[in-house]
């Protein structure tokens, strides 16, 4: 668009050449709002389109409220620059634009735009421009500080400010805080606490760069009332409520302080002068006698503040394993005492006793008892009765049942000694809870025992020394009893005896097995088996002792007999070196094998005069082969072998016939002793 000056008209070429030589000192600028740096120029456009008709027009530039410059544009420019302003302000007569140049930050603001066309609508328009120095070097005053929690304050100030300012602490954006004001640059922390501690961060931004300045807050706080925690070496209570004897016990003392604070404690032996001044105080081994109080001191020497705590220590003892239990006849028999114990631990444990009718008293540290009378509650006889112990350590309980005597019997066991003297032990067994033991033999009291038997502290084994038969033999018996009832056992005891025995042929050739049995009431200490051989010219009484065996055997085998000999057998049962009567006598005969027939082609067929030893007629029993006649002869069908088998002596045998090949000589029997107590 052409403008016309006071009678002055240019062509639109040399308007468009004036404006391209205008163009790189005034640029415009198409963005809103503008930001600028600080010596730059700027041009200002009117941020609207102007009429197009040729019609006087009149503009006004203002910055805020001020007004910059204003005049006709058209058809004449006559606008002028406020004096004020003229060394760096001025308006393009083409387009209104208003120039600025060597921009300071003053010349920030909001600027605006009036157009008056003649007979037209007034035309407004804004533009906001924003000058900013260059950032620079930011600087936190004072570079650090150090206050006390809780008393006045502390600022910090960010310079130069040039852009927006924010601040973070230890890398993290500082939040709203009521005790926190913020000023441009300026952070005030009213009443600091310790968790106010740390970096601080004034950072400084704008659109041509940005920088960074940092202040350190140290706040002094504390101590606080100290925490005193234990713990030992050995597994105790979780809440540290008390420690076990002889076990290292470290007591540590906590107290929340900046700087950390001087710990001193004061423990509970006044006299121990060796008491570190450290967070952590160790007890080795500690005794009861250590148990008390501890105070634990802490000061911190730049609030000068000081606090002081205490804590018991409880030392304790666990009781010795588990309680016992003991029930007692008492009152002439007549009443149960029960007693529930539990020694060795300080404290005494608590003691109760579950299902136990009657009064409980306490006759001591760690025990307790009860006594019950009769009548007997029903049911009281097997009945389970708990005594419950509870101890700061742990609990634990014991058990025991109160039993009227029931299922008593007597057993017996005898052994010997290696010159033959007997010792007999007599045991009672039976369900009972408590018990009165009583012995008696053939009715008359053992009690008191003699040097010739013993009783066990408990009455249950009654021992006889130098047993002998038949002094010693005869009725035991054993009465048991108790408030809750009675029952006796009987026992009779008799001479070493067999009630009786087999005697067979053993599992090899040239063996015999023996089995026996013995009486239930029969004490014995060992067997003797005896042999008599073949050989006729002995007496009867002429036995050999093959085998001596313990009491606890029942059978056995006799080696290294000749199969083809009949032997007697008989046994004998000792107690000690007392023999009892010997068993009846059984014969072990030779065992028969019938030979094999032999095969036809190994017979031969000889005449009777042909067999100087022949008979004409052999009985059917002792000669089994066929026979038949030939003239005036008999012709028996035989072997060679049967005949000198049948007709001569076995030593004169070739030896590739005799009965049995082997060339070794016929072990005689040995004699076996074997000794073992005897249980019956």
């Keep these: ?67 910059l410059a204003t005049g006709n544009l058209c058809p004449n420019f006559t606008v002028k620059v406020d004096p004020s302003f003229q060394s760096r302000f001025s308006v393009d007569p083409m387009h209104g ?18 157009i008056f066309p003649l007979g037209s609508i007034v035309q407004k328009g804004n533009i906001t421009v924003k000058v900013y120095e260059e950032v620079g070097n930011i600087s936190v005053v004072p570079p650090s500080a150090v206050v006390i929690e809780g008393n006045g304050l502390v600022a910090f100030n960010c310079t130069p400010v040039h852009g927006f300012v924010s601040w973070t602490k230890d890398g993290h954006r500082l939040g709203d805080n009521p005790r926190y004001l913020r000023s441009s640059g300026y952070l005030q922390i009213r009443d600091p606490l310790r968790t106010d501690a740390g970096v601080y961060s004034c950072t400084i931004s704008n659109p041509f760069g940005n920088a960074t300045g940092t202040a350190n807050l140290t706040v002094y706080y504390g101590p ?23 076990s290292t016990v470290n007591l540590t003392c906590l107290a929340p302080s900046n700087p950390p604070a001087k710990i001193y404690w004061n423990v509970a032996d006044n006299m121990d002068r060796d008491v570190p001044s450290s967070p952590v105080l160790q007890l080795h081994r500690v ?20 606090f002081r705590n205490s804590r018991r220590i409880n030392v304790v003892q666990a009781p010795w394993g588990s309680p016992r239990c003991s029930v007692t006849s008492v009152q002439n028999d007549s009443a149960l005492l029960f007693v529930c114990s539990w020694t060795g631990g300080w404290p005494a444990p608590n003691l109760t006793f579950q299902g136990l009718p009657g009064d409980k008293e306490e006759i001591g540290a760690s025990k307790l008892q009860s006594l019950l009378v009769p009548p007997f509650p029903a ?93 010693d033999l005869g009725d035991y018996s054993i009465v048991c009893s108790n408030p809750l009832g009675t029952q006796q056992s009987n026992l009779t005891i008799i001479g070493p005896s067999i009630s009786e025995w087999t005697l067979t042929n053993g599992p090899q050739p040239g063996t015999a097995s023996l089995t026996w049995t013995v009486p239930n009431r029969s004490a014995v200490t060992s067997f003797m088996i005896q042999m008599r051989g073949p050989k006729e010219h002995r007496s009867a009484e002429e036995w050999s002792t093959v085998e001596v065996l313990g009491a606890t055997n029942r059978s056995t085998t006799v080696v290294g007999l000749q199969s083809q000999m009949a032997y007697a057998f008989q046994m004998v049962p000792y107690l000690g070196s007392q023999a009892g009567n010997a068993t009846q006598i059984q014969t072990l005969h030779p065992t028969k094998k019938k030979a094999p027939p032999t ?37 028996y069908a035989i072997t060679y072998e049967e ?35 005897t249980q019956v």
């Design 379 to 471: 049911g009281i006889s097997g009945s389970k009765i708990t005594c419950l112990g509870h101890h700061v350590t742990g609990q634990a309980n014991c058990i025991l049942i109160p039993e009227a005597p029931s299922g008593v019997t007597l057993s017996f066991q005898a052994s010997s000694d290696p010159k033959g003297g007997v010792t007999m032990q007599l045991r009672c067994q039976g369900i009972f809870n408590p018990v009165k033991i009583e012995w008696f033999r053939d009715k008359h009291s053992l009690i008191p025992a003699g040097s010739h038997y013993g009783l066990s502290p408990d009455k249950m084994h009654l021992t006889i020394w130098n047993f002998t038969a038949p002094q």
């Design 643 to 677: 005949h000198l088998h049948r007709y001569l002596s076995p030593a004169t045998l070739p030896i590739g016939i005799r009965e049995g090949t082997s060339s070794s000589p016929v072990v005689r029997p040995g004699i076996r002793t074997v000794r073992n107590a």
């Design 224 to 246: 606080e009332t100290p925490t005193i925690t234990v713990s030992s070496s050995q597994e105790d209570s979780s809440e540290g409520s008390f420690v076990l004897v002889n």
């Design 599 to 635: 095969p036809p082609e190994n017979q031969h067929h000889y005449l009777s005069r042909q067999f100087p030893n022949g008979k004409k007629v052999e009985s059917s029993d002792s000669w089994d082969n066929p026979r038949w006649s030939s003239g005036d002869s008999d012709i």
């Design 1 to 67: 668009m052409a403008c016309w000056h006071l009678g002055v008209r240019f062509p639109s070429s040399l308007t468009i050449c004036l404006l391209s030589l205008l163009a790189p000192l005034f640029p415009v600028l198409s963005s809103f709002p503008l930001d600028v740096l600080v010596g730059n120029s700027v041009s200002l456009p009117i941020p609207f389109s102007l009429p197009s008709a040729q019609v006087q027009i009149t503009i006004i530039w203002r910055r805020n409220a001020t007004i």
């Design 97 to 114: 634009n208003l120039n600025i140049s060597d921009l300071r930050t003053v010349d920030s603001g909001i600027y605006s735009v009036e």
């Design 287 to 306: 005794q009861l006698n250590q148990g008390g109080v501890y105070s634990c001191l802490a000061i911190n020497q730049k609030t000068e503040l000081r």
